[in-house]
């Protein structure tokens, strides 16, 4: 069956260190999505990608990038982690607009 | 960019009754209102969505209704059952404008 899967699940890291989060679909969807989930402020978007070699910031990017090199895959990185990244990330994917997102299973991220 | 509040934060019900969870957004160019549900430990799923051609929908127990005018959208779910217990997330989108903007999420607890 297709799927979206993350990895790590869990990460624990220090102040500082560049932090790669991997994110891997099997639908073939051009779209995929990095949001951070914090309470009180829902899900939030990091950055999007409609195809590849396409990405674009959303509303908190700041300290993060990706890159689409493949339809499959939308890799997260954190170049110099810092402790408000804390959080819990999830990447999605859809078809194409208006359209359901599916969801991965999401990584708990802890910056020490 | 589109603003999307969602209210009560938390709501707790007794099995059997009916849950409402109310939202409002800010731009009168959003025309996809999807619901997503998400239980502990998971990503979110969609459960059901509108777009702003019809005023309301219904898939079973669970109903959307959209008034645009007012700008707000509201999830019913009917003779609730524990496995209802979740949190809940709204979110709206408009062509043109394709990511999904969420609100910040209602606990929905089920008192059996």
């Known amino acids: 069956d297709a799927e979206i899967t993350q990895s790590p699940r869990h990460k624990i890291t220090e102040t500082g260190r560049q932090v790669t989060l991997a994110c891997h679909q099997t639908?073939?969807?051009?779209?995929m999505f990095w949001y951070r989930q914090d309470l009180g402020h829902g899900l939030r978007l990091i950055h999007y990608s409609y195809g590849v070699q396409d990405t674009n910031k959303g509303e908190v990017s700041d300290g993060y990038s990706v890159s689409r090199s493949n339809t499959e895959d939308l890799p997260l990185t954190l170049e110099s982690a810092a402790s408000s990244q804390t959080s819990v990330y999830f990447c999605a994917s859809s078809v194409a607009a208006y359209n359901e997102q599916f969801f991965g299973p999401g990584t708990r991220l802890t910056v020490l | 960019g589109e603003n999307v509040e969602q209210h009560p934060s938390t709501l707790s019900v007794q099995e059997g009754d009916s849950a409402v969870i109310k939202c409002t957004y800010s731009?009168?160019?959003?025309?996809?209102f999807p619901w997503y549900k998400q239980e502990l430990g998971k990503g979110p799923q969609l459960i059901i969505d509108i777009r702003s051609n019809v005023g309301e929908k219904k898939d079973q127990r669970i109903a959307v209704t959209l008034n645009k005018t007012a700008k707000h959208f509201s999830l019913h779910i009917t003779e609730t059952q524990p496995e209802d217990s979740a949190v809940y997330f709204c979110?709206?989108?408009?062509?043109?404008?394709?990511?999904?903007?969420f609100g910040t999420g209602t606990r929905l607890t089920i008192i059996p």
């Open positions: 731009d009168s160019a959003s025309n996809y």
């Open positions: 979110a709206a989108s408009h062509f043109g404008n394709e990511k999904l903007t």
């Open positions: 639908w073939n969807h051009n779209n």
